[in-house]
């Protein structure tokens, strides 16, 4: 499944979309960026309430498919830009870190 399909399937709020047929190996979520760093895998899509500029650079890292921000978190000032330059698909939601987590497991 590419992260589009992911999140027009989810109906998550598109934040910055550059590789919209990136393919999903798994998921992971985790807000401690050391501890996503050391588990997290290339392919995944990162679920996180963290939005500054670390959360690019930890995608980047790691080579995330995508990030979703849940619990309706905004990014930072300039974050955007940075993971528009950078490459990233970033998505966010309403829904809680557990509750989108159990339906992006559902879709894989």
């Known amino acids: 499944m590419t992260v589009q399909e992911m999140a027009e399937r989810l109906s ?7 590789e919209p047929e990136r393919e999903i190996e798994g998921g992971y979520t985790g807000d401690l960026l050391s501890w996503v760093m050391g588990n997290a895998q290339s392919g995944d899509v990162w679920i996180t309430i963290m939005s500054n500029n670390n959360v690019v650079a930890v995608a980047v890292l790691v080579d995330v498919a995508c990030v979703i921000l ?9 974050v955007q830009e940075l ?26």
């Not at 998550?12 to 550059?18: A, S």
């Open 12 to 18: 998550l709020k598109t934040v910055c979309l550059c």
């Open 70 to 78: 849940s619990e309706d978190v905004t990014l930072d000032p300039g």
């Open 83 to 108: 993971a528009e330059k950078k490459g990233i698909n970033i998505f966010s939601t309403a829904e809680s870190s557990f509750s989108i987590g159990a339906k992006v497991a559902a879709l894989l």
